[in-house]
């Protein structure tokens, strides 16, 4: 069993970073056994409550399925983070997106803190108003989902 702790925002540059420790005729071998001994990608980030008093936690979460594996293995990592959109409910994975949104329909953080800890804002906006939320002068259709 072995933890380890890299300042990293997403799962997918996690993973870049431990390939890229390594000299660049290593890391296919490298890629080839993270791909099979890496059990999991937990990134987490403490933001400040929209009540303005303690923070709250936003966490994106990887679970290396068969398919994630085969991806790691292939240097696809850009093909991870719609693996992980799609995992949320089998494996229980989340993107960091999916926790915000949550946190933000919930009205634990503001949208002006939720937009700042994004790295993928346009996907973020259309999440938010599919799950029933606004985003200023734009309210979510009559028929969205809360």
Request: glycine share 6%; aromatic share 6%; hydrophobic share 40%.
């Given at each position: 069993l072995a933890f380890g702790t890299l300042h990293t925002n997403i799962a997918i540059q996690t993973i870049n970073?431990?390939?890229?420790?390594?000299?660049s005729r290593?890391?296919?071998?490298?890629?080839?056994?993270?791909s099979f001994v890496l059990e999991g990608v937990i990134t987490q980030t403490l933001l400040p409550k929209a009540s303005g008093s303690g923070r709250a936690l936003a966490a994106e979460v990887m679970v290396p399925n068969a398919a994630i594996r085969n991806l790691i293995r292939e240097d696809k990592l850009h093909q991870i983070y719609s693996q992980m959109q799609i995992g949320q409910s089998k494996f229980g994975m989340m993107t960091m997106n999916q926790s915000l949104v949550d946190l933000y329909i919930r009205k634990v953080i503001s949208l002006d803190v939720c937009m700042a800890a994004s790295?993928?804002?346009d996907e973020l906006k259309t999440m938010i108003l599919s799950a029933g939320g606004s985003i200023g002068n734009m309210a979510a259709p009559a028929n969205a989902r809360r």
């Open positions: 970073r431990i390939i890229d420790v390594f000299p290593q890391q296919g071998q490298v890629r080839a056994v993270l790295s993928e804002q």
